[in-house]
Structures are given as C-alpha cells and as structure tokens.
C-alpha cells in the first residue's frame, strides 16, 4: 500500500475518534465541578437553599454534563418551593432548562433535566426517552426510567433499564447497586452483584448498602459477617447504612455484646440520643442479672422497676427478669400478670413459653391463659380512626365502617 494511502486512513480514523469525543456523556463532574458541587451540598445541609442553588448553578457552569448537579440543583429548587408556598421556583427553572435544550439540542442532559421537572411519571419517560435517543448509552437516563418502571409494577421493565444504566456507566456504584436490589427474586444472582458492588466500589456509600442489604437477606454467621465488616470499615460517622446495621444489629446481641456495641455507638455518635439509655438500660439488665444470680430477688425486681423497658428483644429480656425477679420475691400472681400484658400487646415465642410455665405454677390451664390475654387485650382495645378511601378495584369510596364486625388487614402503601 502507497504511504500516502496509510496516512489517509490514520486521519480518517483520527476524525471518527474525534466525532467520538464531542458527544455529549453523563458525566460524574470534573474535579472543578465538584468542589463546587461539595460546596452546594453543604450549604443545603445546613438550610441555605439560596447558597445551594447558586453552587450546583456553578458546577454546571463548568460541567454541563455532571448529571448530579442538575439533579441536586432540581431537587433543591423543588424543596425551596415547598418551604416557600404560594412562591414559583421551579416553573422558572424548567423554563431555563427549555431554553438550554433549544441551545444544544443535542446535549442529552437537558432532556435528561425536563424530564424529573415533569409534573407525572409518563411525561418524565417522555423526555428521559428523548435523551437516549440523542444518546442511547446516557445511564441516568436508563436509571429514571427504571425508577418509574418500578412504580408501576413493571420489573421486567426496570431490570432492563438497570442494566443497560450499569452498562452505559460502568463505574457508578448506584446503577450496579439498584441493579442488584432488582434481582432479590433470585438471591444467588442478587448476591452476586451485591457483592460486585463491595468489591468494585469498596468505601463508599453504595458498598455499605451493599452489605448492609445482603445481611438483610442472610442468617446466622453469614449475616453477622456482614454486620462485622459495617462495625470495622464503615464508620457510622460517615455511612448512614452502617449506623442502621448497628442498631439492627444491637436488637440481636446478648445483652453483654449489646451493651459493648451501645456505648461504642455512644462515642462514634455523641448527637445520637438514643443510644446513651441503651447503655444505662443494658447496665442495668446486666446489674439484675448478677442479683437473680446471688438470689436477691427483692433487690433485682426494684431495679428493673425503675429501668424503662428497652426496645426490641432486650425489652423481652427485661419482661423476663421481672417476671423472675417477681416470682422469686414471693409475688407470682404479679409475675404472671406482667407476662400476660407483654404478650396481650405483643406476642413473642419467648414471652409465651414464659407465660405457659408460670401459668401452670398457678393452677392455670392452656385456655385459663389464652382468656386472661384476650380479657386484657379487650380492655385495652380502641377504636380504629374511621376513614374514607377509593378502592383500586372499582375506584369507589371504601370506608372502615363498612367491614364492622369482620377480621382486615390494613395496609398502607405510597409510592417512593
């Protein structure tokens, strides 16, 4: 081949690389964008919407294409709006988002942009259709259309556009971690990718999720692996998933391991203020353990008396020790009464062998015990605050009133 030949095929393939370059990309933000973008982030933090706005506004400036600052920018003009009622923000933000598309019609994040400014879901798959047609590979895209997908019940739908998110960008951990929740219907393909996001995107907040999610699906050892790896490499200072892994995980310790891990969430979190009175009520259930060890009966059931009950299963321990605490003292009818309200408000497979044993010290039979619960439940029972709703079946009024004297299930469900 003549060398002038050679050369004419390196340009041409140098002009098709370059044509390549200038379309337009879902971009993460330059590192000048993203102080900007941190700086919005802050000022919204601490309420200063005016300030937040500006921000992102500048991210964009030098970044037209970082998809997080036209949604932050979106999402904190929209709030401005709520707080200010009777005041207009966001009709003139997507008038500005119109007039940007109309001056770089073929910029895909403005289309992206008008369709979360869309006032319903199928004018949003609108535009977010219009900015894959300019850009088939635009994941944030994909990502929103998934989103609405999953609203409407069409998950065939949403884990499409979930892996077509991840495929158009590879390296957003949000996209491989939506995709992923998609796939709970299949736990060894969820569990896969779950664990792709960890090792792909170790550190970051989707990681914490990540596991924070698959020890929502597992037991046992395995689950308080997960657990383990969120106490040693997620602070709960910075990962929100790992500070709510700690309290799931607290409900499920012995009250000894509980107690380490609560002033342990004491110290990492000084503004929690829930975790200081784990801490005294665990101290406390450890001090009447030792007491109804040593038989001081008395002396346990007067501690307990003057600890609030903790919440979840360290609530069941303390109803137990009282009960035993109670029982020991001479007081076995007090005993049994306590147990039976426990488990009149709500039932628990510990609390219930419990009740059988100290029944039968009674005289009490299986039915003598389940007619005492329900006399208690019965004189507790109010009324259910009437309501008015339209069925999703025939779109009539359906009101509680209506079911008098029959069993229903009440489920409240939103859109998120």
Same mark, same amino acid.
């Not at 379309?23 to 919204?44: I, K």
């Not at 008008?114 to 894959?132: M, N, Q, R, V």
């Not at 380490?260 to 000084?270: G, N, S």
């Given at each position: 081949?003549?060398?002038?030949?050679?050369?004419?095929?390196?340009?041409?393939?140098?002009?098709?690389?370059?044509?390549?370059?200038?379309?337009?990309?879902?971009?993460?933000? &330059?590192?000048?964008?993203?102080?900007?973008?941190?700086?919005? @982030?802050?000022?919204?933090? +601490?309420?200063?919407?005016?300030?937040?706005? !500006?921000?992102?506004?500048?991210?964009?400036? #030098?970044?037209?294409?970082?998809?997080?600052?036209?949604?932050?920018?979106?999402?904190?003009?929209?709030?401005?709006?709520?707080?200010?009622?009777?005041? =207009?923000?966001?009709?003139?933000?997507?008038?500005?988002? $119109?007039?940007?598309?109309?001056?770089?019609?073929?910029?895909?994040?403005?289309?992206? /942009?008008?369709?979360?400014?869309? !006032?319903?879901?199928?004018?949003?798959?609108?535009?977010?259709?219009? /900015?894959?047609?300019?850009?088939? #590979?635009?994941?944030?895209?994909?990502?929103?259309?998934?989103?609405? /997908?999953? *609203?409407?019940?069409?998950?065939?739908?949403?884990?499409?556009?979930?892996?077509?998110?991840?495929?158009?960008?590879?390296?957003?951990?949000?996209?491989?971690?939506?995709?992923?929740?998609?796939?709970?219907?299949?736990?060894?393909?969820?569990?896969?990718?779950?664990?792709?996001?960890? +090792?792909?995107?170790?550190?970051?907040?989707?990681?914490? $999720?990540?596991?924070?999610?698959?020890?929502?699906?597992?037991?046992?050892?395995?689950?308080?692996?997960?657990?383990?790896?969120?106490? !040693?490499? %997620?602070?709960?200072? &910075?990962?929100?998933?790992?500070?709510?892994?700690?309290?799931?995980?607290?409900?499920?310790?012995?009250?000894?391991? !509980?107690?380490?891990?609560?002033?342990?969430?004491?110290?990492?979190?000084?503004?929690?203020?829930?975790?200081?009175?784990?801490?005294?009520?665990?101290?406390?259930?450890?001090?009447?353990?030792?007491?109804?060890?040593?038989?001081?009966?008395?002396?346990?059931?007067?501690?307990?008396? *003057? &600890?609030?009950?903790? =919440?979840?299963?360290?609530?069941?321990?303390?109803?137990?020790?009282?009960?035993?605490?109670?029982?020991?003292?001479?007081?076995? @009818?007090?005993?049994?009464?306590?147990?039976?309200?426990?488990?009149?408000?709500?039932?628990?497979?510990?609390? +219930?062998?419990?009740?059988?044993?100290?029944?039968?010290?009674?005289? *009490?039979?299986?039915?003598?015990?389940?007619?005492?619960?329900?006399?208690?439940?019965?004189?507790?029972?109010?009324?259910?605050?009437?309501?008015?709703?339209?069925?999703?079946?025939?779109?009539?009024?359906?009101?509680?009133?209506? %079911?008098?004297?029959?069993?229903?299930?009440?489920?409240?469900?939103?859109?998120?």
């Amino acid at each position: 081949m003549p060398r002038r030949h050679v050369i004419a095929l390196v340009l041409i393939a140098g002009c098709v690389t370059l044509g390549a370059s200038l379309a337009a990309r879902e971009s993460a933000g &330059t590192p000048a964008a993203r102080v900007l973008f941190d700086r919005g @982030e802050s000022s919204a933090r +601490d309420g200063n919407l005016v300030q937040a706005i !500006a921000a992102f506004r500048k991210a964009i400036d #030098s970044d037209r294409d970082f998809v997080d600052a036209h949604q932050r920018l979106i999402e904190v003009t929209q709030r401005q709006e709520l707080q200010n009622p009777g005041s =207009s923000f966001v009709a003139p933000l997507t008038q500005q988002y $119109e007039r940007w598309a109309r001056q770089d019609p073929k910029r895909a994040v403005y289309q992206w /942009a008008l369709g979360l400014l869309a !006032a319903k879901p199928e004018d949003g798959d609108a535009f977010f259709s219009k /900015a894959l047609a300019l850009d088939p #590979s635009f994941a944030r895209a994909h990502f929103q259309l998934a989103g609405n /997908a999953d *609203k409407r019940g069409d998950w065939d739908a949403q884990r499409q556009h979930l892996k077509a998110a991840v495929e158009g960008n590879p390296d957003e951990p949000r996209y491989l971690l939506r995709y992923a929740a998609a796939q709970k219907s299949d736990p060894a393909r969820f569990r896969e990718l779950a664990l792709q996001v960890v +090792d792909k995107f170790p550190n970051t907040p989707s990681a914490a $999720e990540a596991l924070y999610d698959l020890a929502e699906v597992s037991a046992g050892q395995e689950r308080r692996g997960y657990f383990a790896t969120l106490r !040693a490499s %997620y602070p709960v200072s &910075t990962f929100n998933n790992s500070a709510s892994a700690m309290n799931t995980l607290y409900a499920e310790l012995p009250p000894a391991d !509980a107690l380490a891990l609560a002033r342990e969430m004491t110290a990492a979190l000084p503004k929690a203020t829930f975790w200081p009175p784990r801490v005294a009520a665990l101290e406390a259930l450890t001090r009447a353990q030792r007491l109804l060890a040593e038989k001081r009966f008395a002396d346990a059931a007067d501690l307990l008396e *003057k &600890t609030p009950r903790p =919440s979840g299963s360290h609530g069941t321990t303390w109803t137990l020790l009282k009960a035993e605490a109670a029982r020991g003292a001479g007081r076995a @009818e007090q005993a049994y009464s306590g147990l039976v309200e426990s488990t009149a408000a709500a039932p628990d497979t510990r609390i +219930d062998a419990a009740l059988a044993a100290f029944g039968a010290d009674l005289g *009490k039979s299986t039915r003598d015990i389940d007619g005492d619960v329900w006399r208690r439940r019965d004189a507790q029972a109010t009324p259910a605050a009437p309501f008015t709703f339209t069925s999703l079946r025939d779109a009539k009024p359906v009101q509680l009133a209506d %079911y008098r004297g029959r069993v229903v299930l009440v489920a409240f469900w939103y859109p998120t």
